[in-house]
């Protein structure tokens, strides 16, 4: 589970470099990519956060607050994309990127809560 874990972390990194990188080329539109950056790299640093909780709720809350960041980020993705902002093959990338952290991140949760 260990390794699930930091191949996370590692994704959630590469993602919010990406996110980044992208950007970096979009002009016009500050007050938006400056709101998809926030999100973004806030579903890494609040993984990486949840490697040192207090507590096992601890640990859930980083987790669901890493998960509510990244529906966030996908909100602003559509929204530069319907923007004209983003091509449908940088929307597409993101988007799917975005969503296999979720996937996982609803995963870990659930794990973590025990459920079934």
């Known amino acids: 589970m260990e390794s699930t874990k930091n191949q996370l972390r590692e994704d959630s990194i590469g993602f919010a470099i990406a996110v980044s990188d992208i950007c970096d ?18 579903i890494g640093a609040n993984i990486h956060e949840a490697k ?9 809350s980083k987790l ?3 998960l509510k960041e990244s529906s966030e980020t996908d909100y602003w993705l559509e929204l530069l994309y319907r923007k004209n902002k983003l091509s449908e093959e940088q929307y597409k990338s993101l988007r799917n990127l975005c969503g296999s952290i979720r996937r996982r ?12």
């Open 64 to 66: 669901e607050i890493a």
């Open 52 to 60: 040192y909780a207090q507590s096992r709720a601890d640990f859930i």
């Open 25 to 42: 080329t979009i002009k016009g539109c500050s007050a938006f990519t400056n709101q998809l950056l926030r999100a973004s790299s806030s």
């Open 105 to 116: 991140l609803i995963a870990s949760i659930t794990t973590a809560k025990g459920i079934e």
